[in-house]
């Protein structure tokens, strides 16, 4: 059989990434340029100041990431590029190189869902993982409970009826002065201190979240008493998170009978969520979940699920536009 080798193209927010990946699974190339310095400054992402860096980088990291895997522009079969969801400025500037690159090369090219990417990238970390498994997708702006019922078919379980779970530990980390981004800040703060402080926690008949009312809580109780150990604080925090993350996804895993679940997108990085999955693995769960560079986003996820993509000849044309708010069954 013909090797696939796929060229991805990421910028829905504020890294500009391309990568070159063999037959969706084998990275011979993952160049990101972040923003994170840039933005840190502001305390989150400003929309306008990350398009204008993406339009400065872009060319070089498609061209690195060319030079990187070792082989030609020409060898390259398909061209994958993020379409949505995501901040439009940004998806703009990786959807026009990617059709400007399309028509020059005579390529065909993929639209690519950024969270069928976060799914991807656990293909990447692990070869031997295939479709149907669950996966929760955790990240700034999503928490999705996902049935993977085959490369190109997804169905969601349950979602966030408020603040994604990447959101609310950005928030919290702002409101306690730790800054931006506040993920990783909180999961290094969250190992000094103690899971003392109670917390609410949201419950609901069917399989959504809800982390408004612990982020909310966590503010009054940091406003109430500017005092309080924040190590403490963050580690109550992300204990009660993590809990209701996994009570949701064993649920969803006894419902459909399924032993494999997977963690994807950014905060599938946070040490102690992974700590906590990987205990149910003596429960006879089998747990999966990207490499840290593939949790953040990456091309290499993109160019993946663009591969799967492309056995079904699911492809664009030349008008392909970016949607900033397409869903995952979209």
């Known amino acids: 059989m013909k090797d696939i080798y796929t060229l991805g193209i990421e910028s829905s927010c504020d890294e500009t990434a391309s990568a070159v990946v063999k037959n969706g699974r084998e990275v011979l190339s993952n160049v990101i340029h972040s923003q994170i310095d840039i933005h840190e400054q502001f305390g989150g992402v400003v929309p306008e100041i990350a398009s204008r860096n993406h339009v400065d980088a872009i060319s070089k990291v498609v061209q690195e990431a060319i030079k990187q895997s070792g082989i030609t522009m020409e060898k390259i079969d398909n061209i994958a590029c993020t379409y949505g969801p995501g901040l439009v400025g940004a998806l703009l500037v990786g959807v026009s190189y990617a059709k400007a690159l399309s028509y020059a090369l005579n390529k065909p090219l993929i639209p690519t869902n950024h ?121 109550s925090f992300e204990k009660v998170v993590t809990e209701e993350l996994i009570e949701n996804t064993l649920k969803a895993a006894k419902k459909l009978k399924i032993n494999k679940i997977a963690l994807a997108g950014g905060v599938s990085s946070n040490s102690y969520i992974r700590k906590e999955f990987l205990e149910l693995q003596d429960k006879g769960y089998k747990i999966y979940y990207p490499e840290p560079i593939l949790c953040t986003d990456n091309a290499a996820m993109i160019a993946s699920s663009g591969y799967y993509q492309s056995l079904q000849r699911k492809y664009a044309d030349l008008n392909l536009n970016a949607i900033p708010n397409l869903k995952i069954n979209d």
């Open 115 to 235: 969270i069928h990417g976060h799914i991807a990238a656990n293909y990447i970390s692990h070869k031997d993982l295939e479709p149907p498994f669950l996966c929760l997708v955790i990240s700034g702006g999503h928490t999705h409970l996902v049935h993977i019922k085959t490369y190109t078919e997804f169905e969601i379980l349950g979602k966030t009826r408020d603040d994604a779970v990447g959101e609310a530990f950005d928030k919290v980390a702002r409101v306690i002065g730790l800054g931006y981004p506040g993920g990783p800040k909180v999961d290094k703060l969250a190992k000094e201190g103690t899971p003392n402080i109670e917390l609410p926690k949201t419950k609901f008949d069917n399989l959504d979240f809800s982390f408004s009312g612990i982020k909310t809580a966590v503010i009054n109780l940091h406003h109430k008493n500017t005092e309080i150990n924040k190590a403490d604080l963050c580690s």
